[in-house]
């Protein structure tokens, strides 16, 4: 298929601008730029991109990436679309209402850009093994939650290798671009695991959400937003006890929306209307058009670069405010070099005779770690799953035998951990990577980690 | 190509492993493994990429050789559109012909009663119209900035639901629940119409960074084509096109644009450019033009003035009057027990009380004055934790975080004090309602306000009983109330001194001003050719030795340069590969001649950036062309609803390190 891309001369005269940037030496490029008339045939061979999102950025994203050269791209998204997707995510019609939006995303781009291949996945991220996202060159997110977010960075650090010096491979770094938006205000960031700090490094740039003490919606109420909260988690519940609540249905809105208008006239309190009840209940984040136009338009412009290097890479973090005025910085963010996620991983030393059940025991334990549920994995190779139930009968009796042995007597290597934690009282899925050393085998030296004994 | 090799990199391990990791530069590494592999092979190389000179480039050169492509267009164009005659009367400049630049255009029309509006169409403010040109036949990609300047608008600026009753109005509503909490208030500004003109045919290389098109498109007529896209995106918005060049109507039919509200002109070279923006300003026409090439573009507004009374901005201090509370707020807070010993009353006593009430406490034993220096705030503070009767009383906890707000210098900001001081305030019967209003404030400011501004009004959430709430919200509506009507009385009184009819202003207006008096904002615009012509030599000398801003004025200064270069040489520099080592040194003169004319003589441009511009060879890159479009969007949305503050100054994108600048010249 690819092949015949480049054969077309149609083909070729249709990508005669990017080849221009593509065919031409430069001297503010990135560090082995090497221009030829072959780089966009390779480009559209050999590169895969996986976008993470059909969602407003994630549509911009998709076009963006096949008008830029990219021919192998596949799209993830457990989202299905409705009405209010309409105005800004322009590659769906009213037609496609109730559609899953990867498959009619991909569907729209390969009917207008020819050649271009794109493969939907209507599924959660968590669905999809280490595999499926190791086959990536590049991924590109288009979310808009943290968790989200967070998932996919562990998954693409934790293709991360190090060598005996604690210095990442180049080979095994697998980038990220990342784009988000709010209203007027936008960031685009490159993530080069090893090399640029990770999502989890700069966590701290998403403050937690801020939620309403239950005391002040019961009993203290004072804005519309304490109205509507009140009838969307308390009298919702008190009056359709079991029945849950669907923002998407329009009559569980309507009621909601007229609930917290009685309580805002009974309290004095003006504001509470309909759109406003639905900007809350959503929890919605506001979104216009051209700022997703904007974020991942650099988003695709830094993909490219680092698939060609026919420029330099933005370092590393683009911010975008069109608020007052307009600025935009550039931030060169450095990395954690304690980060659990990109770091070397969290070192465990283990006696040989370790079972999996008391490693993962261990795992549990651990302070920085507090994993539960793990389920364990090897070289690509499940030691033990705790899903699905036919995965996890499949390893359990393997949960006896000493780890050491599971891990073909290796004396050192990395062990990647999925669970959940708790954070800010909610269960989140995590991917940790460990690096198991066994006591006492031969080529292993001692090693001061006093903290990190078992 | 090697099929034993492909296989290879397929398969998910061995050979094919490290293409699954790909850093900067990569691909060259995995071109080079593939061309030793391919040496041992026997299969025929893979045929290389054409270099995109036309097949006939020594004629090409001459002048004379645009004129018969045109002529053959246009007769295919014939066929297939009936619409042929107004293409016909564009100008057949044979030196443009080789230009790599097409132009285009949207235009928002603001007259609801001009011939392009629906008259059965309820208030919608504002007919859009847009018009892509593109006179040039060499190249026809440029489209994509544009194109997508236009969607984007089109996706955005729709938003006309928020005044429709809710129950027809239930499925509009739902499509644009997140922009309602960006843009409120939206009634007023919903788009009618969006027209796109444009000239030229799509030819196969538009596919390759135009969205809007596909191949069925191919050798009709742009601007049809667009125009179908755009109205299957939003069926709410009228989509018209004009099958013409922008360079001829500026040229032959200025008054053409003064029915719209705003124009959007893409890819126009310098001189057209300087042209319409003096049509655009002499009928008070909003102007946005933008560029992309290759990794640079630019965006900027021209217009006279724009007033924001909305400004919205994203951090501003509430108005509490901590600072100087008036009587009521005053009497409000004595009429409130701080020492109460009902625990649960103490915990629920808003900050606001307490700081009013402490305040006072502090400046009976200060000689009546507030704390000042950084050790009096701190004492100040300890005053306030020591009322506290348990740990967990968050209403103190804010008192404490907020007693800045009490020390708060008293009066006006100095960008208000510099609006108000603004010769436009001189008002006289051809004045604006913004300057109107303006002049009112400055009267109430002198007067009813003892040197402030009208009172916001509103409070911010903070840790209180309902009740207690609801009073304070109810004493600060009051004060805001009774501004509004003393303004209101200065703007009906100046509005008959001026010889307009007193009621002009409608009190939903005045009201809106007095709510957002602290934040109005002008912004001022200089004409293109002044700053062309004169700019800030300081500001300019200021960009050319700040390293961040280094690349940026390089390519404010390149972006002139390849114009100027077009003008000479009829085509942009870098768009032959047999001629880009020519071009470069051509170009660095051209460009170091721009800085000689302006004054600047001791500076140079980076070798480098005069490099990378004759490597672009004018193309034009989806991305860089969305980047840009989305941000000529995003002030389009600001110029047109008149909320937030638009940009000043031009806007120019650096795709090389995305160190972009606003440039202020």
Partial sequence: MA????????????????????????????????????????????????????????????????????VNLEVIDMDRIEVSNL????????????????????????????GVNIVPHFCRIEDKDLDFYNKFNIIALGLDSVEARSYINAVACSFLEYDSDDNPRDESKKPMVDGGTEGFKGHARVIMPGETPCFECTIWLFPPQVKFPL???????????????????????????GKAFDADDPEHMQWVYSEAAKRAELFGIPGVTYSFTQGVVKNIIPAIASTNAIISAACTLEALKIASGCSKTMSNYLTYNGLEGLHTKVTEFVRDKDCLVCGPGTLLELDPSTTLQKFIELVGDHPKLQLSKASVTHRGKNLYMQAPPV???????????????????????????????????????????LRVVFKGIDGVTDMDTANHLF | MNRRLRRLCRSGNGGGLYLKYLRPGALAQIRDSKISARSHSTRAPPPKILLYRPPSSPSNNGPNNGAPQIAQISVVDLEGFPCFASRGFA???????????????????????SPGSDSGEPDLGVDVIMGILSPCVVSKQQRSKQSFAIENLVEALTLSSEAQPLASMAEPKTKYDRQLRVVEKSCSWGVGSIT???????????????????????????????????????????????????????????????????????????????????????ANIMLICARSYGLTGLVRISLKEHTVIESKPDHFLDDLRLNNPWLELKRFSESI?????????????????????????????????????????????????????????DNYKEAVEASFKISAPQGISSSMHQIINDHSVEVDSTSSDFWVMVAALKEFIANEGNGEAPLEGSIPDMTSSTECYVNLQKIYQAKAEADFLAVERRVRNILKRIGRESNLISKASIKNFCRNARKITVCRYRPIEEEFNSPSLLEMQKYLNDEDCSIAIGFYILLRAVDRFAANYNRFPGIYDGELDEDIPRLKATAQAILNDLGCNGSTLMED???????????????????????????????????????????????IDQKSQLLIL
């Fill in chain 1, 3 to 70: 092949g015949s891309l480049t054969g077309s001369s149609d083909c070729g005269n249709r990508w005669r601008d990017l080849d221009r940037l593509l065919t031409r030496p430069g001297n503010i490029v990135g560090p082995i730029f090497d221009p030829s008339p072959e780089l966009r045939s390779e480009l559209q061979q050999y590169v895969r991109v996986l976008v993470v999102g059909a969602g407003g950025l994630g549509c911009e994203l998709l076009k963006d990436l096949a008008l830029s050269g990219f």
């Fill in chain 1, 87 to 114: 105005n800004r995510q322009f590659l769906f019609r009213l037609q496609d209402v109730g559609k899953p939006k990867a498959e009619v995303a991909a569907k729209r781009v390969m009917e207008r850009v020819k």
């Fill in chain 1, 215 to 241: 005391c002040t919606l019961a009993e203290t109420p004072r804005t519309a937003a304490h109205c509507i909260e009140y009838a969307h988690l308390i009298k919702w519940d008190e009056v359709h006890g």
């Fill in chain 1, 391 to 433: 995965l996890e009968e499949m390893t359990r009796s393997n949960l006896n035998l000493p780890l050491y042995e599971l891990m073909d007597k290796v004396p050192k290597d990395v062990v990647h951990v999925s669970g959940t934690v708790n954070k800010d009282d909610k269960k989140t899925s995590v991917l940790r990577k």
């Fill in chain 2, 91 to 113: 100008p057949r400049c044979p030196q443009r012909k080789k230009l790599v630049a097409a132009k285009s255009f949207f235009f928002v029309n603001s007259n609801p009663g």
């Fill in chain 2, 196 to 282: 796109v003109i444009d000239g030229s045919i799509v030819e196969i290389k538009d596919l390759g960074n135009n969205f809007m098109l596909d191949e069925s498109c191919v050798g009709q007529s742009m601007a049809k084509c667009v125009c179908a896209f755009l109205q299957e995106l939003n069926d709410a918005v009228k989509a018209k096109f004009v099958e013409e060049s922008p360079e001829a109507l500026i040229e032959t039919n200025p008054s053409f644009f003064s029915q719209f509200t705003l124009v959007v002109a893409t890819q126009l070279v310098e001189a057209s450019l300087l042209r319409l923006d003096r049509i655009c300003r002499q």
């Fill in chain 2, 337 to 393: 027990d701080l020492n109460t010993t009902d625990p649960v009353v103490h915990k629920h006593i808003p900050y606001v009380v307490i700081l009013v009430k402490m305040a006072e406490e502090w400046a009976q034993s200060h000689n009546g004055r507030l704390p000042s220096s950084r050790e009096e705030k701190r004492a100040f503070k300890e005053l306030i934790k020591s009322k506290m009767i348990a740990l967990d009383e």
């Fill in chain 2, 609 to 655: 950036l005069t490099n990378d511009m004759c490597r672009y060879g004018g193309a034009e890159l989806h991305a860089v062309a969305a980047f840009i479009g989305g941000v000529a969007s995003q002030e389009a949305i600001k110029l047109i609803t008149k909320q937030f503050v638009p940009m000043t100054g031009t806007f120019i994108f650096n795709g």
